[in-house]
């Protein structure tokens, strides 16, 4: 048995962590290390996938629902607009192999990277 996640032991209130949003399949919390004035994680409940790329074709539906998080999140705590990121292998910066949507928003022009 693998050890689970650091974003399991936060679902399972092992680790404390700001839940902004918490349905049947998915969850949100806000980022620890938040790089915009909204930065959430959303995260699916379950582990079976490292990465949106095996999201994508295991059960795209589940990747759908993610969206569907992000644009509630937006709309809750910022205008409805907001970025969506995911970091795909570690030299693309992923750290946690429990796929998990970055949903940035409120942002200013600096918090933009040029794209
Ligand atoms: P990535 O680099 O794409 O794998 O993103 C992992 C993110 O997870 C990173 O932005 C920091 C965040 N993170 C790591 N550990 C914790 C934690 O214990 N609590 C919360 N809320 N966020 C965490």
Known sequence: MTEPSIFTRVLNREIPGEFLLDTERVFAI??????????????????????????????????????AAAKSIAD???????????????SAAQSVFHVHAHVLGNLEESDLVGF
């Open 30 to 67: 806000r980022d620890i290390n938040p790089q915009a004035p909204l930065h959430a994680l959303v995260i699916p409940k379950t582990e079976q996938y490292r990465d949106v790329t095996e999201l994508a074709a295991g059960d795209p539906a589940l990747l759908a629902e993610i969206v």
């Open 76 to 90: 809750e705590h910022a205008n409805g607009e907001y970025r969506l990121i995911f970091n795909n292998g570690a």
